[in-house]
């Protein structure tokens, strides 16, 4: 059992800023990638920020230089910085993992989201 926690979400003004924080517990070997995606209504899920195998980051375009990516290793929390904030940027933000975990004697390659945390931006 592996599980993905978001928390921070909140209503915020258009250039204000959050915080939103992603832990992630259960039995797990090892995590290979973290990253953020988030959905508006009716619009499909988008990547905004991942931080794959070896240390570098990616960042949407409409994003990048307002959000950051970072990453807790020891506690497997993963957050993301979100600054500047516009009303594009309300949708559900979610949590992604690409990980290693344990099941009874084995381990498996797998990977899970969490459920999601909502992100407002209105004046």
């Known amino acids: 059992q592996v599980q993905l926690v978001e928390s921070g979400g909140s209503l915020v003004h258009p250039g204000g800023s959050l915080r939103l924080s992603c832990a992630a517990s259960?039995?797990?070997?090892?995590?290979?990638?973290l990253g953020w995606y988030r959905q508006a209504p009716g619009k499909r899920r988008e990547l905004v920020a991942t931080m794959p195998g070896g240390g570098s980051t990616y960042y949407a375009d409409s994003v990048r230089g307002r959000f950051a990516i970072s990453r807790d290793a020891a506690n497997h929390t993963v957050y993301l910085q979100m600054n500047s904030l516009m009303p594009e940027d309300t949708a559900v933000y979610y949590c992604?993992?690409?990980?290693?975990?344990?099941?009874?004697?084995?381990?498996?390659?797998?990977?899970?989201w969490g459920q999601g945390t909502q992100v407002t931006v209105s004046s």
């Open positions: 992604y993992a690409d990980l290693r975990y344990y099941s009874g004697s084995s381990n498996y390659r797998g990977n899970d």
């Open positions: 259960g039995s797990i070997l090892s995590i290979y990638d």
